[in-house]
């Protein structure tokens, strides 16, 4: 258990050398057909790969397949469905992120346009099922989809249908973790109702703002949710690892054992893995990189590595792409900030968080929470986080500040309509019910 705990203990920075880490995924679309694009063909997604290269991208590959790009520091890879995922370099500063996201869609957007495809950021698929959704060949995604059906309705949904926008944040000891992960984790559903991009599933109306935070409630019970031992006593490092332990394995990685596949080991246990003892695997101990895989196989809505991870938004257009760094970065990052963002939802219990994360999905930004209505927590929520980022001061070449980021933000929270809402507006509107508008007046 020691060596385990140490992993986490090992991610404690000081304050000088935090940074925060940016992911989005977008889908990829053929501008005639609007289809999701297959992995092979000259206008499929390896050719968008092999594109991008120009750029000075370096080539991943498994099993002699292009499966993601590297350059300092950042990553272009593939989600199961073939979404298009940016996994930005730790940065100093929001302008950095937004300067780095800018700059990788406009890369995007240079090969997609030779290759007749587009790119949109939503939180589910608008229009295609999963059966006419193409699925990338990498390795880990086959066992995944095998496996998830055994756990839930809607694993596979998640998988192929789903994008999302994240931010990574810097922890500086275990106590200032759990301040973290406490605070960032009753504030997730807030997060997913201001960024709630999500309404729309087989071209039709889903009843839900963000269908792909409705997803993680059925995806598998094991691995996801809010969390509630988070907010007990003596919760820490030790805590989230034997919560890991407890976690059935998808995978171990071949290439120790000289494959170039992953073995299947889903549904068995870590805890064995330490003995030796795998079905899969016996007599083989685990190394620290298994380790580190299998805390990429656990899916709550804060998930902790040698960062801790935000999970809960829905993707979206490039300004809201920078927002949720600006979020984050405002209230985790500014001490005040935390302290007063924690003080707001401390008092919050586990019924309440579980009863926002269910509200943020099917309604947004409507309905109230522990006797408030919600829209009034987000305010409350965007003014402590301007109040981080002016305290964080980190000004731009034109002196500006990061707090400009949150500026949409605060008018969805005003307003109190969602993303989602206003998609909603212009399909039973000016759309007339049509949702390949979506693919016209929402890409890239």
Known sequence: MADLVSYFESGNKPRSAWRIGAEHEKFAFHLDTLRRPTYEGPDGIEAMLIGLERFGWKPYLEN?????????????????????????????????????????????????????????????????????????????????????????????????????????????????????????????????????????????????????????????????????????????????????????????????????DYIDVSGQDFKAFLKGELPGLPGVLPTMDDWADHLTTLFPEVRLKKYLEMRGADAGPWGRLCALPALWGGLLYDQPALEAAWELVKGWSNDDHNTLRGMAARTGLKGEIAGRPVKDWAMDVLEIAKMGLKNRNRLSGGLVDETGYLGELFEIAESGLTPADRLLEKYNGVWQGDIRKLYEEEAY
């Not at 192929?160 to 406490?182: G, H, I, P, W």
């Not at 807030?190 to 792909?212: C, Q």
């Not at 094991?222 to 919560?243: H, P, S």
């Open 64 to 260: 002699g397949k292009i499966i993601a790009l590297l350059k300092d520091g950042a990553s272009v890879t593939l989600e199961p469905g073939g979404q298009f995922e940016l996994s930005g370099a730790p940065l100093e500063t929001i302008h950095d992120i937004c300067d780095e996201t800018g700059k990788h869609l406009e890369e995007v957007k240079a090969v997609a346009s030779e290759l007749g495809l587009g790119f949109v950021g939503v939180g589910f698929s608008p229009l295609w099922t999963r059966e006419e959704t193409p699925v990338m060949p990498k390795g880990r995604y086959k066992i995944m989809r095998s496996y998830m059906p055994k756990k839930g309705k809607l694993g596979l949904d998640m998988m192929l249908r789903t994008c999302t926008v994240q931010a990574n944040l810097d922890y500086e000891s275990e106590a200032d973790m759990v301040l973290k992960f406490r605070t960032s984790l009753a504030l997730q559903p807030i997060a997913t109702a201001l960024f709630a991009n999500s309404p729309f599933v087989e071209g039709k109306v889903s009843g839900f703002l963000s269908a792909r935070a409705n997803v993680w409630t059925d995806t598998d019970p094991d691995r996801t949710g809010m969390l509630g031992f988070v907010f007990e006593d003596g919760f820490g490092f030790e805590r989230y690892a034997k919560y890991a332990l407890d976690v059935p394995m998808y995978f171990v990685g071949g290439k120790r054992l000289n494959r170039e």
